[in-house]
């Protein structure tokens, strides 16, 4: 309040001043120019020295103290405001390494995970081939022990049906009374 009292002041008193020459002119007084009278000039520059001396020091003891404080006070502001961001980014690139080096460890997890899904896949596909290879032995070694009964069978009964047909062969030939020359031949 005390501060707005003394603007008022300062802004009303050159006002104050001026009302004696407006009512000389009213009552009668000259018809010129109150600012062209020569005779006002020294209350003129009285008044503007005294209102500069109260302006400069109303700014000296108000105005500047409370810019000063304004700036002081933004000033503040604005140092605890860098600081915050300062710290923030300090904060966000530890996030940012943090982040990083999770990543770095989570694909060193996922290389470690797919090389032993690798190397479980690479040995049961050698586990299999070595089975499938072990049954086709087998299979291999039944067929050909199967192969060479069944020729040792065939060729039993080769010879059986052979020993057969020559017996019939000799019977018919004895019944039929071949020669001598005939039954050496076959013999």
């Known amino acids: 309040m005390k501060k707005y009292g003394l603007q008022l002041a300062v802004f009303f ?3 104050l001043y001026a ?17 062209l009278e020569i005779g006002t000039y020294p209350n003129v520059i009285f008044w503007m020295v005294a209102s500069f001396v109260l302006f400069f020091l109303f700014m000296q003891f ?16 604005l140092e605890v405001d860098l600081d915050s961001a300062r710290k923030a980014g300090e904060t966000a690139k530890d996030v940012v390494v943090a982040y990083e080096q999770s990543l770095l460890e989570a694909r060193r997890k996922a290389h470690e995970t797919v090389g032993g899904i690798i190397a479980a896949v690479t040995q049961e596909s050698t586990e299999a081939k070595e089975k499938q290879q072990q049954e086709f032995f087998h299979r291999m070694t039944v067929a050909q ?3 060479a009964e069944s020729k040792q069978n065939a060729m039993r009964e080769v010879q059986q049906n052979v020993n057969d047909l020559v017996m019939e062969v000799v019977a018919k030939m004895l019944e039929t009374g071949i020669g001598g020359k005939a039954a050496k031949a076959v013999k």
Request: zero cysteines.
């Open 19 to 35: 009302l004696p020459a407006l009512a000389a002119e009213e009552h009668g007084g000259s018809k010129t120019l109150p600012q």
């Open 62 to 77: 108000v105005g500047i103290p409370g810019y000063l404080k304004t700036t002081g006070k933004r000033r503040a502001l």
């Open 13 to 15: 008193l050159p006002a």
């Open 145 to 147: 022990a199967n192969l």
